[in-house]
């Protein structure tokens, strides 16, 4: 099928969504309307007027809009502008189940050992001890298995199934998230310190993981990992009481070890050492990481000395002055990155507002719709309702993240809005970007074919459901520098497998990807 600049969702909407189709100046041409036809026999269903779109630095600027959200008819369709026809599209209220669950199963397919791979035993490092460690999802396109990153996926993935259980039917989430949560239970140390990572001490060629036999390492203890640890262990024990109450108290137990440790040690940053060159997610403000396993061991034990010490925290934070040129330093947030993992301390004490005082109640909610507002207006403002101005390495996962926010406002108010701009960042990924593309492998018409993953590369065959990292302003790496320079920020993707910062893939990207997907 020849590409016209007509951008839609090319998996399609169910029947009740806002539907939106945006179109390129130059495919719009002359036309002053889009036709919305079906797909066999060309039908027309509906014509519709074309806006003007905001102009924005991000996409550039130049676009126009269609709202066809009228169609409600289940079936195959198309949208014609002129000569032009956009990619098929399907109407059904099951459009994104056979998505969903391809994109669980990619953690499936991000095993690690079993026999297989990397099964051989791990260096303490600057030790000389050895540690046997076994298991686990690999982070990315890389074979690492880092806690933090860990952590942020598991929590994403069980926050959205306690949220809508019935969305992960045909799968089992507790399942797949034990595996990840027993390798975790290795990471920990006597003393109840978490090691960072495990990994070899550089990165490997593009080969399957069976075939990387390299020295493995454990990276040194952090705040980082031991809180992230606490907190995601802590939560995750409520999920096992009643099917396993021994491993529910496992994860507990654990928890409360890595927080005493917390409570008796200054902050220690992680930066990697000298000899080890792999994925650092180095940290050097751990505030939140420390408030999010407070809220989480509260939530799970009803100790209000962990809340106590977890407003601290947060008061603390608040203080912070904001900084224009890194937006990730602005005083108090809730986040849901790797990095800025506060908000699901808070997502946790919603869980339990009857054992918080109307005060931090009003104050939480009142700050989790400010911040969410602000995202619906950058939607407003943009070509393609796209809910950021931060265009940069791993945006797909971020603009999920953003929206995991405005689904909390929607929960709080019940505003549309919310959770319609949440379900424009689900299009944007699936289509309705400046590129044309569907930014999961293996969906949509126009799919990404060479992410930045070892065992695609090495296979020769491109793994399923995985979310690519997408555009990145910043042009970091040399396939971005040489051939993206001079786009527009969300033009600055290549799928091509040495890019990198824009194509690699990640778990707690496709996680936070799931979680959006189930809630809009």
């Keep these: 099928m020849k590409e016209s600049e007509i951008f839609i969702n090319q998996l399609g909407y169910r029947i009740l969504d806002n539907k939106n189709v945006f179109v390129s100046k130059t495919a719009k041409g002359e036309a002053e309307q889009f036709s919305v036809c079906e797909k066999a026999g060309g039908k027309v269903v509906l014509t519709g007027p ?46 994104y189940d056979e998505l969903t669950l391809s994109t669980l199963k990619y953690f499936t397919d991000s095993r690690c050992g079993q026999g297989i791979c990397h099964t051989g035993i791990a260096e303490v490092y600057g030790t000389g001890e050895q540690k046997n460690v076994q298991g686990g999802w690999h982070d990315a396109g890389d074979y690492g298995r880092y806690v933090v990153a860990g952590s942020k996926a598991v929590m994403d993935l069980l926050l959205g199934y306690k949220k809508c259980p019935q ?17 975790m239970l290795q990471m920990q140390r006597e003393d109840g310190a978490v090691y960072h990572k495990i990994s070899c001490y ?5 080969i399957m993981p069976q075939e990387e036999k390299d020295q493995l390492v454990l990276a040194p203890v ?44 200054d902050d220690e940053f992680y930066i990697n050492p000298p000899e080890i060159t792999t994925g650092g997610y180095g940290d050097h403000d751990v505030r939140d990481e420390r408030y999010f396993a407070l809220c989480s061991l509260f939530a799970a034990t009803g100790e209000k000395n962990y809340l106590s010490q977890a407003l601290k925290y947060r008061e603390d934070k608040k203080k912070d002055k904001p900084d224009p040129k890194h937006p990730w330093n602005c005083g108090w947030q809730e986040g849901f990155g790797w990095p800025f993992v506060s908000g699901y301390g808070t997502e946790l004490l919603l869980e339990n507002e ?7 109640i009003s104050e939480i909610h009142s700050g989790i719709i400010s911040q969410a507002e602000k995202y619906l207006e950058t939607c407003d403002a943009s070509a393609f309702k796209y809910c950021s101005k931060f265009v ?24 549309k809005e ?10 944007f990924i699936l289509g309705c970007n400046p590129l044309n593309y569907c930014y999961v492998t293996g969906a949509g018409t126009k799919s990404v074919v060479h992410p930045h993953h070892r065992p695609s590369g090495a296979s020769k065959k491109v793994y399923p459901g995985m979310l690519a990292g997408g555009p990145c302003g910043a042009l970091l790496d040399a396939y971005a520098k040489e051939h993206l320079a001079g786009q527009p920020a969300l033009k600055c993707y290549a799928d091509a497998e040495p890019s990198y910062s824009t194509n690699e893939v990640a778990i707690y990207w496709n996680s936070a990807f799931v979680y959006t997907l189930v809630r809009v």
């Excluded at 009857?354 to 931090?360: E, F, G, I, R, V």
């Excluded at 405005?406 to 108010?413: E, I, R």
């Excluded at 919310?418 to 299009?427: G, V």
Aim: hydrophobic share 40%; net charge negative; proline share 3%.
């Design 392 to 415: 940069f390495w791993g945006s797909n996962g971020a603009i999920c993240d953003l929206a995991h926010i405005m689904l909390m406002a929607f929960d709080l108010t019940g505003r």
């Design 50 to 95: 074309l806006i003007a779109a905001p102009d924005d630095e991000e996409s550039g600027g130049g676009y126009f809009t269609g709202d066809f959200s009228a169609v409600q008819t289940p079936g195959e369709y198309y949208i014609q502008i002129g000569e032009e026809k956009s990619f098929p599209f399907t109407l059904s209220n099951n459009v």
């Design 222 to 265: 952090s705040t980082a990992a031991t809180a992230d640890f606490a907190g995601c262990l802590a939560y995750a024990s409520g999920f096992y009481k009643e099917s396993d109450p021994k491993f529910s108290a496992q994860l507990l137990q654990a928890a409360i070890k890595a927080q005493n440790y917390l409570f008796s040690h």
């Design 354 to 360: 009857d054992k918080l005082d109307a005060d931090l």
């Design 418 to 427: 919310f959770i319609k701009a949440a379900k424009a960042q689900i299009d």
């Design 167 to 183: 969305k992960f039917s045909g799968f089992d989430l507790l399942g797949e998230v034990r595996f990840e949560l027993e390798w």
């Design 202 to 206: 550089h990165f490997c060629p593009f």
